[in-house]
């Protein structure tokens, strides 16, 4: 996950006193605003969860007000704070963890638990209406939808919520997963403000040979083939001319199983392809049509009137980073801002060589890239997916709320007013992004670096390590 804390917001209490809350943003999204004595509080409900050796330093206290250059500290430490506990599984999978992030959104969004209808959509834009609590959620909701389409339990959580934008003269476009410690109500209805957004169901996997465990249950299969069939019609999914028109026969055949068994043989099946972006591989300024999945990333990049691709396993991704770019706006693609994820990849047996790609979805590549690797590692280590059964539940935690605050500035992303102020509020979030570090990477084979002649280059910086670097071979390169 990709947390910062771009910036703060004044607010004053009932009694007229006034305070600071800090803005947290995560995976590129503003998720909630917060109190120092709200994140003292939460450290210290994880202090009694966990060792105090599994958690770094937290900002101390002062007794008196803080000045503007103490603030901005204070900032950056609870930033890092923040960054640091998110990188340890057992921590960010917490209850504690997860709870006080939900209450937190609540909170800030003002959103009382209510009965509500949401409607899920599926990619053939089919409606599932299902009631729910407001606050419920994510894994809640995908619950309450597989009960709704009788879905057994056990397959579940092999789908995921995810929130999508319909662009004005363009297709859907996935704009990120939505996790456990947010609820899809209001997370839909903050997205909303800015344009029109649905929430889909998806497949919440990479690996295909995990089809097989759901094909031979009916809706399951189903859903499998409803997200194959518009996955070749938005073309994400390469068709001959002869494989399209097996496929159309199967179609009208409804032979569902069959068109799945020939889809699964395509290329690019069970990839998510993203919008245009700007790569500098094989050379700087190449635009590339940029895909994952079957554990790699997929650059199409025209050439001329030829197209090239470059494949990217990311089990030869030594670790990658999103920083703000410093292309100029006339090496850009027109409207993306200036996100920029690259990855340092072993490209031969003693060079490694960093590759940068220029997208507005660049924090969502950066997830795909994460699920594909937590997916290898959990096969690594014969887990599987999680099921219903094995959540916990009913451990919620009480967290001390911010006081009821009403915000002192008209310019609070807390309401989405953010007027004339918009802009530098935007740029604010997009440049705390290069503070953002990868969850969980620590563990690489050094000495086969070393033995390489590779130095590393990661001494003293803030990017995420790959454990599933680890493992590569020989047989790899």
Known sequence: MHF??????????????????????INGVFHCSVRYKQLHNFHEQLKKEFTTNALPPFPPKKLLSLSGVQLEERRMMLERYVQIISQEPRIANSHIFNGFLLQAQQETQQEAPENVTLEVFLMNGHKISIDIQSTDQTDDVIESVASNINLPEDFAFYFGLYLVKKEEGADLSIVRKLQDFESPHISLKAANKEGVHKIVLRKGYWDISMDDDLLEDRVAMNLLYVQAVSDVERNWVMVTKDQHKQLQTLKQKSSKKEYLKLVKTLKFYGYIQFKPAITDYPRSGCRAIVSAGNKELNFRIQDGDEVKEGT????????????????????????????????????????????????????????CLQGMVDELIMKKQGKRVKRPA????????????????????????????????????????????????????????????????????????????????????????
């Open 312 to 367: 990217f396993k990311v089990t030869r991704m030594r670790c990658w980073r999103i920083t703000t770019s410093t292309v100029d706006d006339n090496d850009r693609l027109e409207g993306l801002p200036r996100l920029e994820l690259a990855f340092e990849y072993l490209i031969a047996r003693d060079e490694l060589k960093w590759i940068t790609i220029l997208s507005d979805q660049a924090i969502l590549i950066s997830m």
């Open 4 to 25: 910062s804390i771009p910036d703060t917001t004044d607010f004053k209490d009932e009694g007229g006193s006034s305070y600071t809350s800090f803005n947290v943003h």
């Open 390 to 477: 094995e959540r916990a539940r009913n451990r919620r935690t009480d967290f001390i709320k911010r006081d009821s605050a009403k915000p002192s500035l008209l310019s609070s992303p807390v309401l989405n007013e953010l007027g004339d102020n918009a802009s530098e509020a935007v740029d604010k979030a997009k440049e705390s992004v290069k503070r953002i570090s990868l969850p969980h990477r620590r563990i690489v084979k050094k000495d086969k670096l070393a033995a390489a002649g590779i130095k590393s280059p990661l001494k003293g910086n803030n990017i995420g390590e790959n454990d599933a670097f680890e493992g590569i071979g020989d047989d790899d390169l």
